[in-house]
């Protein structure tokens, strides 16, 4: 993109970028299905319900393919380089 304006990303600034996408994504997901289940009540508890396996499908975002914990790791360790 040379001449063009636009700023070269290096490497940690990529995985800053995409750590805090991913971090906002499964965040906005999982407060979203929490609550969907509130809403429901007592049958979005219930293991056999719909809004009860969304929940349990969109939670694995906070844990799968890396915490939450370890995107804010990434993004703090990026910040702080800087
Ligand atoms: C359905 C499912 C599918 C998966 N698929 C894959 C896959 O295809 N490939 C793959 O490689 N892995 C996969 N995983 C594993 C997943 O990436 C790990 O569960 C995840 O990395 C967390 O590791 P852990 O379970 O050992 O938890 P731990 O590392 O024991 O962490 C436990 C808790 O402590 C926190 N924690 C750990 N270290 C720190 C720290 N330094 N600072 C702050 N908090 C910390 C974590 O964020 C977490 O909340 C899958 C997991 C699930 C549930």
Redesign the pocket.
């Known amino acids: 993109m040379r001449g063009s304006g636009r700023r070269r990303r290096g490497r940690g600034e990529i995985h800053k970028l995409t750590a805090a996408a991913i971090f906002k994504a499964a965040a906005a997901t999982s407060f979203v299905l929490d609550r969907a289940v509130q809403i429901h009540g007592g049958s979005g508890y219930m293991r056999d319900t719909e809004v009860n396996r969304l929940y349990r499908t969109g939670r694995?975002l906070e844990?799968?393919?890396?915490?939450?914990?370890?995107r804010k790791?990434i993004i703090s360790g990026e910040l702080l380089k800087n």
């Open positions: 694995v844990v799968g393919a890396g915490t939450q914990e370890v790791l």
